[in-house]
């Protein structure tokens, strides 16, 4: 089924364990998004791509890094898990630069970090 | 630079009942506008967009939102609340010199009482 598919759906891990959250879209959008959602804060941007191989940090990239080797892929991995990134994470594509057509959302990946 | 506020977190309306909530933006180029809604546990959906088209927007489930450049506002509204409407809704602003980056509002939790 086309779409955005995040996995895992549900994650615990330990702090200090490095763990990689996926995302992948069947549409060869270009732009992809990595967004936290946290209470009080709303959606927050980590990392985005504008290409396979073009990534750039978001707004609260410390912590996390990612790759894009493919335009469909978009894994995002946190290096050595702390408390505070015990969050949900959605993954979201795009179109066009200018998001015309709004973005797609995965269903995201709730992360708790113990 | 771009921002969005959500004035009300949690808005709370009987059934059948107008709907408004409220968005306010911020952008130093002409805005493309987004209103996004999500149901618990699932990711955000698009409702509507504005993209410099019409200043009045129809979206899906009966919603729609005015663009008022003046007011700089995209207030979403809808003339008769259901149960299902019950849900999160964010707002965002894009701009064609963001590379594809959507800003988001904080959410506004729509509570629909029978």
């Known amino acids: 089924d086309a779409g955005i598919t995040q996995s895992p759906r549900y994650k615990i891990t330990e702090t200090g364990r490095q763990v990689t959250l996926m995302c992948h879209q069947t549409w060869s959008h270009s732009y992809m998004f990595w967004y936290r959602q946290d209470l009080g804060h709303g959606l927050r941007l980590i990392y985005y791509?504008?290409?396979?191989?073009?990534?750039d940090k978001g707004e609260v990239p410390d912590g996390y890094v990612v790759s894009r080797s493919k335009t469909e892929n978009f894994p995002l991995t946190l290096e050595s898990a702390t408390r505070s990134q015990t969050s949900v994470y959605f993954c979201a594509s795009s179109e066009t630069q200018q998001a015309l057509y709004g973005y797609t959302f995965g269903s995201g990946t709730r992360l708790t970090v113990v | 630079a771009q921002s969005v506020t959500q004035l009300g977190s949690h808005v709370s309306v009987s059934e059948g009942a107008l709907v408004l909530l409220r968005c306010n933006y911020s952008s130093s180029v002409p805005p493309y506008l987004f209103w996004y809604v999500q149901y618990p546990n699932q990711g955000l959906q698009l409702l509507l967009k504005?993209?410099?088209?019409?200043?009045l927007v129809k979206g899906i489930n009966g919603f729609e939102a005015e663009f008022k450049k003046s007011e700089t506002s995209f207030h979403l509204t809808k003339p008769s609340a259901h149960m299902s409407d019950a849900a999160e809704y964010f707002c965002?602003?894009?701009?064609?010199?963001?590379?594809?980056?959507?800003?988001f509002g904080d959410g506004t939790t729509l509570t629909v009482k029978p």
């Open positions: 504005y993209t410099s088209a019409a200043t």
């Open positions: 965002a602003v894009s701009g064609y010199t963001n590379a594809g980056k959507s800003t």
């Open positions: 791509s504008a290409a396979a191989d073009i990534t």
